[in-house]
């Protein structure tokens, strides 16, 4: 039987990610993935700088279009347009994203096995035994579970979230004319339900259209997703994908391991609470965790993890619980010079939400705000946000 150095459950950015990083450290690689790529994945698909940054070495980034405008709105009302010299943003089909991302990892020397789901993960002095649906079992001396928030590696290591959220998207294939008026730009709206936004991501003939709000928040999401493609003049299109997922954001105290069993990415709740972007936090954590293992340091991930991502968690954090109480604020703000600039700052990676929240300036406007009485939604507040 070959006992692998390393088995990585999941093949998306943080699973892909660690592989590479531990192939490329020399350690013998396996990803199992219970799909077989390129495969569909619900998800916006808008790659951030730090994104970028992070596969530059890897793989050439397959965007379908490059966002140099934004249009932001308050529940269809407030219009405005702001628009940068380079894109801000890269769109992106997981499908073809995921993929390329896997043929690196086994050009760096991992293995891919697909079409295959992992069923238990067991440990025993001897290492990690991973128990497939076909009735297989794989032996590991450690194990990087990236196979999302309700995977298997996420119940063994005993991951807590604080945050649970409703996304629902449509996949819409749109006529040429549509693709030209979206071309080059996104529309980001914020929601009637307190904490929730939409958007309309363009991706060449298509266009990636959803609302994300608060989980218990179900059939006010699926209203404000009917309105908006109303708005939008697109309730008549036969959408190629209509799919919905929950995401997680990690308690504080959450466990990112136990014992030789890691966890990345998804699978870790690691994910910006405000935006819920998670592509960057998969890539970054996972190459972290890959490379702890290369290293034969197991703590240093968690230690990495708690220095570089928790603190940008925890202004997003921060932000969420102002934007659930004054959208009007956050839409006021985008609109003048200073924040539209910190907006891309943030899109490009050459500053966090984490340094931003950390200037005087803005620590004394949320200070400030507060002390101001929230807007009256007739929502109550999403539970533990008080604990922000």
């Known amino acids: 039987m070959i006992i692998w150095d390393l088995v990585v459950v999941g093949g998306g950015p943080a699973g892909l990610s660690a592989a590479h990083a531990a192939a490329r450290g020399g350690l013998r690689t396996l990803v199992v993935e219970r799909a077989t790529h390129p495969r569909y994945k619900t998800c916006g698909g808008g790659l951030i700088g730090i994104s970028l940054d992070e596969v530059a070495d890897r793989i050439e980034v397959p965007a379908e279009d490059r966002i140099d405008r ?24 997981r499908e073809e994203f995921d993929d390329r991302l896997r043929a690196a990892a086994v050009a760096a020397g991992a293995e891919v096995r697909e079409g295959v789901a992992a069923r238990a993960v067991e440990q025993d ?80 003939d298509r266009l990636t259209v959803g609302v994300i709000a608060a989980r218990g928040e179900g059939e006010r999401t699926r209203a404000y997703l009917r309105d908006f493609l109303a708005r939008l003049g697109l309730s008549e299109v036969t959408p190629e994908h209509d799919s919905g997922h929950l995401t997680r954001c990690r308690a504080d105290d959450s466990p990112l391991r136990r014992d030789r069993v890691l966890v990345a990415g998804d699978a870790a709740g690691l994910l910006e609470p405000w935006s819920r972007e998670g592509i960057s936090y998969a890539l970054r954590s996972g190459r972290l965790a890959g490379e702890a293992v290369a290293a034969g340091d197991l703590d240093g991930y968690e230690r990495e993890v708690r220095r570089l991502l928790v603190p940008e968690m925890r202004a997003g954090h921060r932000l969420l619980e102002v934007f659930e109480r004054r959208p009007e604020v956050f839409h006021a703000l985008l609109a003048s010079p200073p924040g539209w600039r910190m907006f891309v700052r943030f899109c490009q990676g050459r500053a966090s939400f984490a340094e931003t929240l950390a200037r005087r300036p803005v620590r004394a406007a949320l200070a400030l705000l507060d002390r101001l009485p929230a807007r009256r939604s007739g929502v109550a507040p999403r539970p533990g946000a008080g604990g922000r």
């Open 70 to 93: 934004v249009t932001i709105t308050r529940d269809g009302r407030r219009e405005f347009t702001r628009r940068h010299a380079t894109a801000v943003l890269s769109m992106v089909r």
């Open 125 to 204: 002095p001897d290492g990690v035994r991973l128990r497939l649906a076909d009735g297989d079992v794989v032996r590991a001396s450690t194990v990087i579970g990236a196979d999302g928030s309700s995977g298997i590696t996420a119940r063994h290591v005993g991951v807590t979230f604080r945050q649970v959220d409703l996304g629902l998207e449509r996949e819409l294939p749109v006529p040429p004319a549509e693709q030209e008026r979206w071309r080059g730009r996104l529309l980001l709206d914020w929601g009637p339900v307190p904490g929730s936004y939409a958007w309309v991501f363009p991706k060449g």
